[in-house]
Each structure stands twice: as C-alpha cells, then as structure tokens.
C-alpha cells in the first residue's frame, strides 16, 4: 500500500470541512426558492463531494474521477442558479489547484475499488 502524501491529507481534510459546511445549505430556504428539485441536486452534489473524498483518503483514482465530476456539476449547478458570488471565485481556484495536485498524484494512486 501507497502512503498518502501529505498534500491530500491536507485536500480531504479541506474537502471534509466544505461539505460538513456546505450540507446544512441543503435545506437552507434560499436553496429551496430556486425550484423543487434543486435542494435534492445539490444534496447528491455534496454527497458525491464527500465519498470523493473518502476516495482520496484511501488514495484511489476513483476518488480523483469523482472530484472532477463532482467539482464540474457543481460549477455548472451554481452557474445554472446564477449563485456565482466571491465564495463560488474562491471554490473554483481551490478546486482548480486541487486538481492540478491530484491529477499530479494520479498515476501513484491505487486503480482497484
């Protein structure tokens, strides 16, 4: 097994922390006034950020596909919502160096479930 380098430590770590911040949104009235379906996307949205983390954790390169995916939808779902304020600027960078760094760790990391 592959040690965990310090740097994705530090990525999930970041990750955990956005979604134990981000979770509560999900039933927050101002997500809920965007349509009757949106509270339920961006539960999945944050569901798919945090087991893409658990991914990273145990270093799996289905953790770094998830993050791209994840990290894709949800720019288009703030997009599409027309949530693009000064946090959403600072999301995007993050995640950007995110996953320069990940895709740098890419190849190391373990390819089976």
Do not use: E
Not at 20 to 35: A, D, E, M, R, Y
């Amino acid at each position: 097994m592959l040690a965990r380098p310090k740097i994705i430590t530090v990525i999930c770590i970041i990750g955990y922390l956005s979604v134990l911040f981000t979770f509560p949104q999900v039933f927050s009235p101002g997500i809920k006034k965007l349509g009757t379906m949106v509270p339920a996307i961006y539960g999945i949205l944050v569901a798919m950020h945090f087991i893409a983390c658990v991914g990273l954790w145990y270093y799996k390169q289905w953790g770094v596909q998830l993050y791209l995916i994840a990290f894709f939808a949800k720019i288009i779902f703030y997009l599409l919502s027309a949530q693009t304020g000064p946090v959403f600027y600072v999301n995007a960078v993050l995640g950007i160096v995110f996953m320069f760094v990940l895709l740098k760790h890419y190849r190391k990391m373990n390819p089976n479930l």
